[in-house]
């Protein structure tokens, strides 16, 4: 049997599309300096964007895929074969010239005021989000055109922690960037006054300045880990964190503070910090009720099993089945012809 064969497209940082030989071998060069450049300084070398798009690289080659990446000749050979989307919205103009139905998403786009018409273009089909509340941001505008999807986690490379000695009580992870400084101070730092008092050891790992093995490494020495995200699309860096079995405490106000907010609606516009998250993971807190939250949080300590959690929420297996299922109804639209947004499935995007 014949191995499907998926094509995606991806431009950001880490890798950009090109078309044409000369390009793609200078692409690579560049890609290879800027690995080699990052990793000297241990700095972070691979975005959000570009994590989960490797992430469903490799669920799609476990699922039997045969994935091309930016392959615009394969393309071309096969015009109403769909392409996959992903990465910064840089992607959209450089893929003009293919005449390919497209999947769009995760990623492209942080508000719906973005990309208001992006469906003008019959070559857009659907669209993919991450989570609940991000798709309910961009529903008055994108419609029945969503469709939802995760980056799923192989447990088979990220083994638990369990049995493993644990001097650190707790690693913070920082991603406060709103407003930090005010922000900082009335919830890390008054976190870390809490843990203090209680003579609890505690290290701080910054999004956007660690190195990722260092990461792993101290969420290998942690007792539990507190997540201070204004709020997640997905959220893979504290999946990580639960699909090592080590428990999270994590900061959720339950609204959207992005500047952006202001200008969809007048209203507070839900979301949440930890979009896949039950009482397996650990326990979510505002500020105002942190002291009482951490409390019950710790006497649970024990009983979470995040790794479970991840091993039926959030794995491979099902991201692979999501995304082929969401690629296989822009290709029969299309197969359809004419109007492939009117033959889009009418029902309510959610997972199947």
């Given at each position: ?83 996959g989307v992903l990465g910064y919205s840089s ?7 293919l005449p390919n139905p497209r999947l769009l ?129 997905q959220g893979i860096a504290y999946q990580e ?112």
């Amino acid at each position: 049997m014949s191995r499907p064969e998926i094509l995606l497209f991806y431009d950001g940082f880490e890798l950009r599309a090109v078309d044409g030989f000369s390009r793609v071998a200078r692409e690579q060069a560049r890609r290879a300096a800027r690995f080699v450049y990052k990793t000297a300084r241990r700095g972070q070398t691979k975005t959000g964007f570009y994590t989960a798009f490797a992430m469903l690289r490799t669920c799609l080659e476990q699922a039997g895929c045969r994935v091309k990446v930016n392959d615009f000749a394969a393309a071309r050979r096969s015009p109403a074969t769909p392409i996959g989307v992903l990465g910064y919205s840089s992607v959209l103009e450089k893929l003009d010239g293919l005449p390919n139905p497209r999947l769009l998403g995760p990623g492209l786009f942080s508000s719906p005021l973005e990309c208001p018409d992006l469906f003008s273009d019959p070559r857009n089909v659907l669209y993919l989000q991450s989570s609940e509340w991000v798709e309910a941001l961009f529903a008055p505008w994108f419609t029945n055109r969503q469709r939802r999807w995760f980056a799923g986690l192989d447990l088979d490379r990220i083994p638990a922690n369990d049995g493993t000695p644990k001097p650190i009580d707790v690693l913070i992870y920082d991603k406060i960037y709103f407003d930090r400084d005010a922000v900082y101070d009335r919830t890390i730092g008054k976190f870390r006054d809490l843990l203090d008092r209680h003579n609890l050891c505690h290290t701080t790992i910054r999004y956007g300045q660690y190195y990722r093995p260092d990461y792993l490494r101290s969420l290998r020495s942690s007792r539990c880990m507190a997540f201070f995200s204004h709020s997640e699309t997905q959220g893979i860096a504290y999946q990580e964190c639960l699909a090592m079995n080590v428990p999270v405490f994590a900061w959720d106000e339950g609204v959207w503070p992005n500047p952006m907010a202001r200008q969809i609606s007048d209203q507070p516009i839900p979301s949440t910090s930890v979009p896949y998250f039950d009482e397996r993971c650990g326990r979510r807190f505002t500020m105002a009720s942190m002291e009482a939250d951490w409390a019950r949080f710790l006497a649970m300590l024990p009983q979470f099993s995040p790794r479970r959690f991840v091993s039926s929420e959030l794995s491979a297996a099902k991201s692979a089945r999501l995304y082929l299922h969401a690629y296989s109804e822009v290709g029969a639209a299309h197969r359809l012809g004419g109007d492939t947004g009117s033959r889009i499935d009418q029902r309510p995007a959610g997972i199947v």
